[in-house]
């Protein structure tokens, strides 16, 4: 099993910035397809952006593409989604995901571990 635990959540201006992160544990997490997805109340839960096993690919949703960048570093057991120029429409609760198996990588039901969330409050 993994476990995913997110944080770095807050209270910020639009305008402003923020970097979550979202710390693994469990076997072999450099096995792992990483997503993170976002969910704002009353809305379906959204997918943001994946990155391969080996950070060497990412890919992201227009809506976020040129604000957030996803990372991951896998000697930390950890992937990080650092977010820029923050909308208000970017309020929501903010989730990490993996998956082992390659497939579609863009809808939560594709991933098998799921952390907690973190909030992000975004005023305007």
């Known amino acids: 099993q993994v476990q995913l635990v997110e944080s770095g959540g807050g209270f910020v201006q639009a305008g402003g910035s923020l970097r979550l992160s979202c710390a693994a544990s469990?076997?072999?997490?450099?096995?792992?397809?990483m997503g993170w997805f976002r969910q704002a109340p009353g809305k379906e839960r959204e997918f943001l952006a994946t990155?391969?096993?080996?950070?060497?690919?990412?890919y992201y949703v227009d809506s976020v593409k040129g604000r957030f960048t996803m990372s991951r570093d896998n000697a930390k057991n950890t992937v990080y989604l650092q977010m820029n120029r923050l909308k208000p429409e970017d309020t929501a609760l903010y989730y990490c995901?993996?998956?082992?198996?390659?497939?579609?990588?863009?809808?939560?039901?594709?991933?098998?571990?799921w952390g907690q969330g973190t909030q992000v409050t975004v005023s305007s």
């Open positions: 469990g076997r072999t997490f450099s096995s792992y397809i």
């Open positions: 990155i391969s096993r080996n950070g060497l690919r990412t």
């Open positions: 995901a993996s998956k082992l198996y390659d497939g579609n990588l863009y809808y939560r039901e594709e991933y098998d571990y």
